[in-house]
């Protein structure tokens, strides 16, 4: 051994630092890295082990019955003859793809709707700290 490491190694350094480990926050660092359960989808069933069926079934019947209510309602004035003579003549893709187009909408909107309020969550629990009141100054 040579001089340096002899002398080297008789130093003590005390207590090696430890790194600080960043904690990790419940909540998800942004709206689209959240995890999906569909189980907790509110206003819809899915019994476990037929989530597919059950989404395949929806995919079909809600755009569907979404279509004939704006025809019923939006068309032809809530007027059972004149709905009655219209959905005579329609058909079912037309009426689905109608119905599919107005949930699409409201989903996209509602997407929008949750990810500024997840945003405005998430910042006000970064801005404000617990346990620490801010007060006004005069």
């Not at 001089?3 to 709206?31: D, F, H, Q, W």
Request: aromatic fraction near 14%.
């Amino acid at each position: 051994m040579d001089p340096i490491e002899e002398v080297g190694s008789k130093i003590n350094y005390g207590t090696p630092l430890k790194k600080k480990k960043k904690i990790k926050s419940s909540r998800p660092a942004g709206y689209m890295q959240q995890p999906v359960d569909l189980q907790k989808t509110p206003f819809l069933f899915f019994p476990p082990g037929k989530e597919m069926l059950f989404m395949g079934i929806y995919f079909v019947t809600l755009p569907y019955i979404a279509g004939l209510l704006f025809i019923f309602f939006y068309i032809s004035d809530a007027n059972a003859k004149t709905f009655g003579d219209i959905s005579v003549d329609s058909n079912f893709f037309l009426v689905w793809a109608l119905g599919y187009e107005i949930l699409a909408a409201v989903i996209v909107l509602w997407i929008i709707k949750n990810a500024i309020s997840f945003s405005v969550k998430n910042h006000q629990a970064q801005t404000t700290r617990p346990g620490r009141r801010h007060k006004k100054r005069r």
